[in-house]
């Protein structure tokens, strides 16, 4: 009477496993790349919004700005003028916020897909441990 043993995959299947794993992980690998780029582009998507409405803030600072310098001429240092350089001064202030956060948001340190390239580095160093 035979004992049912069960067989050790051979060279060739573990191999061929090895392989079509490693496709998948590659797949895997391209959608993980894809959906962080995806996910950079927003945020540089956010950051251009940010520096548009900070360049709005900054027009209109500037337009405030001469209106004040224009009345402050005309008026002498009367109230009026005074007033509205607060109110330039205030959306200068706005609109450079604005401005330099979405500045930051476009740093190219911050486009990066790091997650995707730690992952692509550590899969790779895998896949040489699986084949060698």
């Known amino acids: 009477m035979m004992l049912n043993t069960p067989r050790r995959p051979?060279?060739?299947?573990?191999f061929t496993a090895a392989v079509a794993?490693?496709?998948?992980?590659?797949?895997?690998?391209?959608r993980?790349?894809?959906?962080?780029?995806?996910?950079?582009?927003?945020?540089?998507r956010i950051g251009l919004a940010l520096m548009a409405a900070g360049a709005i803030f900054l027009i209109a600072?500037?337009?405030?700005?001469?209106q004040a310098l224009?009345?402050?001429?005309?008026?002498?240092?009367m109230s009026p003028p005074a007033a509205i350089?607060?109110?330039?001064?205030?959306?200068?202030?706005i609109g450079l916020v604005l401005f330099l956060v979405g500045?930051?948001?476009?740093n190219p340190e911050?486009?990066?897909?790091?997650?995707?390239?730690t992952s692509l580095s550590r899969d790779g160093r895998m896949m040489k441990e699986t084949v060698t």
Do not use: C, H
């Not at 794993?21 to 391209?30: G, H, K, N, P």
């Not at 500045?103 to 476009?106: A, F, I």
């Not at 911050?110 to 390239?117: K, Q």
């Open 10 to 14: 051979g060279v060739v299947t573990l």
């Open 61 to 66: 600072a500037l337009g405030m700005l001469l």
């Open 85 to 93: 350089l607060v109110v330039a001064g205030g959306a200068a202030v």
């Open 21 to 30: 794993q490693s496709a998948d992980l590659v797949q895997t690998e391209f």
């Open 110 to 117: 911050e486009l990066v897909p790091d997650r995707t390239l």
């Open 70 to 77: 224009v009345s402050v001429l005309i008026a002498n240092g």
């Open 32 to 44: 993980l790349a894809r959906a962080e780029v995806s996910e950079k582009l927003a945020a540089l």
């Open 103 to 106: 500045q930051k948001r476009l």
